[in-house]
Structures are given as C-alpha cells and as structure tokens.
C-alpha cells in the first residue's frame, strides 16, 4: 500500500512538471520546454498506472487531480503572475475538501 502512495506522489509531481513546461513551451514552439512536457506527462501516466494496482481509479484520479489543481494553481500565480479571484479559490478550496472527504470517510479506498 505504501508504495502505491509513493507512486502517486511520482505522479503528481511529474503532472506538475510537465504541466508547469507546457506553459512554457509556447504551444509546443520550443523545444526543451515541450520535450520536458512529454516526458513529464509520460511518467506522470506510467506512475500513475502503477498506482491503479492498489488504489481505486476514482480515488487515485481525485488525490492525482486535486493536488495537481492546487499546485499548479500556486505555480501559476508565483511563476506566471495568474492571479486567481475568489470563484476560484473558492472552487480551489472545495476541491481540498473534497480531497480529504474521500480519504478520511470513504469506505471505496484501501484504508
């Protein structure tokens, strides 16, 4: 079980990297940031596979999505300048809640 975590957090990671470079390589013009993108989502999906050996898929996609939103969302604002408003937040936040709703109550995970 601990490693299925391990490999989620691969994942989301390597999601946020190549996320992160897909910004940056301006629709796929340049040509470090958009090979960076590639491999990045690459592993993010082979990690993510591995994760789906232990963890239920709508578990792993909500922990995989909710996290990566937040911080890419942090990225944005930090590296892009993007400002996010209150609907955002707002939508940002029930997102974290919903994260953590289904990992201390739900019964579908691997508890």
């Known amino acids: ?22 910004k940056k390589s301006e ?10 993108t ?4 690459a ?19 909500a922990i995989w999505s909710g996290i990566g939103i937040v911080f890419i969302t942090a990225i944005g604002v930090v590296a892009f300048r993007q400002v996010p408003d209150l609907p955002a937040i707002i939508g940002i936040a029930l997102i974290i809640i919903g994260v953590i709703i289904i990992n201390v109550f739900s019964k579908m995970g691997t508890h």
């Open 38 to 41: 590639v491999i990045g989502y």
């Open 43 to 61: 592993c993010a999906f082979y990690f993510l596979s591995l994760t789906l050996r232990q963890i239920p898929v709508g578990i792993t996609y």
């Open 27 to 36: 629709e796929f013009s340049k040509l470090v940031p958009s090979v960076v």
């Open 1 to 22: 079980m601990g490693r299925s975590y391990i490999f989620l957090a691969l994942a989301i990671i390597f999601e946020i990297i190549a996320t992160t470079f897909l």
